[in-house]
């Protein structure tokens, strides 16, 4: 093996070592998934199918060592390039190699370059240029001896007098300061332990501003600042209404700041000396002309990156609970777009999603035509058989749900006694789906307003199915998420959606080319091949029939087939989860209980007596063999949850309708870091602050609840003014404000506001008393979903 080969092979065991340590697991395992994912297999597919190579790594483990592994290759990219460039200015030595190899970070790896970096002529190289190089380091070792004294020996035509001299020492010193790279990560660290994050109003833009008003004068320690809080400071910023400064020793009252000392400590800088004095002096500088700018912005870096990778997962989270959600199933149903002066839109689609009807109804001003639209209603419900009410749940919506419930009362059941199910459900991204080239090519003839009748009525059926059709981030369960960086959040939420397709599995006959191509292996194009082969030949048959469809190899088939299943096919297998690679294994089990396939499936009695042990061989392990077991005694099962609706509180249609102590139901619509939105059907999400989600101490609201969780709230306070209604969960009183029990801590992040600080005194938060029960900070991002 080469040299080069050697060292590739040294580094890519020292990136699967560095990963496993970070995901919990063997360097063993994280290398045999980095190969599989260099191989082209998806995270979905190595989870689900590579069990054995992987040690039984999960999606969440295979996500996060993905990111890992592309942070980790371009570091180790820009180690080499920096290596290159040190190497060709001929200055590197053994032990700034080994610096080099050491540095963990991107961070530290450029504090390290930061002395060879190619740069502008700047006024330490002019003053080299002038001979006073030699005078900077006599300097910094004769200590005893006076610097102005000294300087007397490198004054020349240039050099004019004892101050430019001292000067330029002092330049070529503070670039030497500020280039330390070990210095550098001591004083990082110090700023990120230590900093405070100040806020303020810019003069002039109160009244502009107002929705930014708790940071108008607000400061708090970096390091404790919540996503959602850094999130909104920096949109303030953006917006010119803040200014945002990082502070650090502020308030301290030595006369040597810790960060100076911090830059002394570094060269052995005392206080009596006379060289020691006026070096005292040139750290002082150094901090205030070259460091602290550029520690600030590295510290503004890092809490916009934090920020984002806080509000990122919070989307994706909820991304996950929303297409994860239960589906109310195949039956026809209903979808009511509500509208006030245009109308409300009707669609009705039947069991698998096929468009039967649509109307334009008029129940409101102006026309107020209740009867004809009662009537309306209930012919098609008659005629279609509707078994499902979808009511959207964005303007007219209580007015919309209260007719058609006057409606039900008065329609006479089916013959089985049975009438439909109104279900409130959200429409977000219903009118992105509408204008969409998706929708327009699914209904060519269909005006705009209708289609979103239709899609509210298919994400009832079918949350997953429908949802996929919308951009992730337009669906609205995020947290300032235009604020983030675009492509890590489209990346996020991307797998998000992959991760939910593959864990339910796509029926390969009815499944939209939206919904294929979000399957392990399949795209756009692949996804759009095998809807035109079906329409062309009909419904598939068999998995195997997919290397039928043009331009899908056996590489593809080997990804995609175990997530997709076909109903009352010629192989009952094919409407599992088990991969076509192990039906060997599966008919072994059959046999050995003595039974036909057909009727073994689902027979937990019979299956629960085998021991899996037995089947194992050179190919399939363990895992492998007891996932088969399981899928054989629930074939095709569908990890969502059951379908549960919420009932909202007849006459309670409006905020003026609430008043403090009402008990009611709803639906949680967003988690965010500081707690829940639910909907309980008045237009308005009100808020559950996070220590009112539970009687005890909760972290993350994501312990407590997810998004489509029907949960019992009970109203704390109504803000009329600004839209506002607080909310809590807890089944004591639920006061808000109320102190931790015994053993319980307050959220950290959310720290009780205080006075102004005594004296040299820095409090960890400090910003403007709450409104009520909630700080406006906290609802701020209601109303920026």
Not at 303 to 313: F, N, S, V
Not at 402 to 415: T, Y
Request: net charge neutral.
């Amino acid at each position: 093996m080469s040299s080069t080969a050697s060292s590739a092979a040294s580094i890519a065991q020292q990136i699967a070592a560095r990963i496993a340590q970070e995901i919990g697991a063997r360097p063993a395992q994280a290398a045999a998934a980095i190969a599989l994912l260099d191989e082209g297999a998806t995270v979905p597919f190595i989870a689900r199918y590579r069990k054995e190579a992987t040690g039984g790594l999960d999606d969440t483990q295979l996500r996060l060592l993905g990111e890992r592994l592309v942070y980790l290759r371009e570091l180790e990219a820009r180690r080499g390039a920096i290596l290159e460039s040190i190497r060709q200015q001929d200055k590197l030595t053994p032990e700034l190699e080994a610096g080099i190899a050491a540095a963990a970070t991107k961070a530290e790896l450029e504090d390290i370059y930061l002395p060879f970096k190619p740069k502008r002529r700047n006024r330490a190289d002019i003053a080299r240029e002038r001979g006073l190089g030699p005078l900077a380091e006599a300097i910094l070792t004769e200590r005893a001896l006076v610097p102005a004294e000294i300087a007397t020996a490198y004054l020349t035509e240039e050099v004019a007098d004892v101050k430019a001299a001292l000067e330029g020492a002092r330049d070529i010193l503070s670039e030497q300061f500020a280039q330390n790279a070990e210095l550098l990560g001591r004083l990082r660290t110090y700023l990120q332990q230590n900093a405070f994050l100040r806020a303020r109003v810019v003069e002039g833009k109160q009244e502009e501003g107002a929705k930014f008003s708790d940071y108008f004068d607000h400061v708090e320690r970096w390091s404790g600042v919540p996503s959602h809080r850094a999130l909104a400071m920096l949109r303030g910023r953006n917006e010119d209404v803040l200014t945002l400064d990082i502070e650090v020793d502020a308030d301290d009252p030595r006369p040597v700041k810790p960060v100076v000392r911090m830059i002394a400590d570094a060269y052995a800088i005392g206080d009596t000396l006379p060289g020691d004095v006026w070096l005292m002096e040139v750290a002082g500088w150094t901090w205030r002309v070259k460091l602290a700018m550029h520690l600030a912005l590295d510290l503004m870096t890092e809490l916009r990156l934090k920020a984002e990778t806080g509000a990122i997962d919070v989307f994706a989270r909820n991304l996950k609970d929303l297409l994860l959600a239960a589906p109310a199933g195949t039956r026809a149903t209903m979808g009511l777009d509500p509208g006030i002066r245009t109308g409300v839109k009707v669609a009705v689609v039947d069991a698998t999603g096929k468009l039967l009807a649509t109307s334009t109804v008029y129940p409101f001003p102006p026309k107020n035509d209740v009867r004809g639209t009662q009537g309306e209603l209930a012919r098609l419900i008659r005629q279609h058989r509707v078994e499902l009410i979808a009511i959207g749940n964005g303007t007219g919506s209580r007015e919309t749900e209260k007719l058609v419930a006057e409606m039900l009362g008065d329609l006479p059941p089916f013959e089985n006694g049975m009438r439909p199910i109104k279900v409130v459900v959200s429409e977000a991204g219903a009118s992105v789906y509408s204008a969409s080239e998706l929708a327009a090519a699914e209904f060519p003839g269909l005006d705009v307003s209708l289609r979103g009748a239709v899609s509210i009525a298919r994400r009832l059926q079918d949350p997953l199915a429908e949802l996929v059709k919308i951009e992730p981030k337009s669906i609205g369960v995020g947290q300032y998420q235009h604020d983030v960086d675009q492509y890590h959040l489209a990346r996020a939420l991307d797998a998000v959606v992959e991760d939910a397709v593959n864990a339910v599995g796509v029926d390969l006959n009815t499944a939209s080319a939206s919904l294929l191509a979000r399957v392990s292996g399949l795209g756009t194009a692949l996804a759009e091949a095998i809807v035109a082969h079906r329409d062309a030949n009909g419904p598939f048959a068999s998995r195997k029939q997919l290397l039928d469809v043009s331009r899908l190899g056996p590489r593809t088939f080997e990804q995609c087939a175990g997530f997709l299943r076909i109903r009352d096919g010629n192989e009952p297998l094919d409407a599992s989860s088990v991969h076509p690679e192990a039906y060997g294994v599966a008919r072994r089990i059959v046999k050995a209980c003595g039974r036909d396939l057909r009727s073994l499936m689902g027979d937990s009695a019979a299956l629960s007596g085998l021991d899996p042990r037995t089947f194992v061989d050179e190919r399939f392990g363990l895992p492998t063999v007891r996932d088969i077991i399981a899928e054989l005694d629930k074939p095709g099962r569908d990890p969502r949850p059951a379908f549960r609706t919420a009932t909202f509180a007849d006459g309670i249609d409006d905020m003026k309708d609430l008043k403090p102590g009402m008990e009611l139901e709803g639906t949680v619509t967003n988690v965010a870091a500081f707690g829940a939105f639910v909907d309980i059907g008045v237009h308005q999400d009100g808020l559950v602050h996070v220590s009112q989600l539970a009687d005890r101490f909760v972290k993350d609201a994501h312990e407590v609840v997810k998004v489509g969780d029907v949960v019992k709230v009970r109203v704390l306070e109504v803000d009329l003014k600004r839209k506002r209604i607080s909310l809590s969960m807890r089944r004591d009183a639920g006061a808000a404000g109320r102190p931790p029990a015994a053993g319980e801590r307050a959220p950290r992040g959310e720290a009780k506001p205080v006075n102004a600080p005594a004296k040299n005194q820095r409090p960890e938060t400090r910003r403007p008393e709450p409104q009520g029960a909630l700080g406006a900070a906290l609802m701020d991002a209601l109303k920026r979903r």
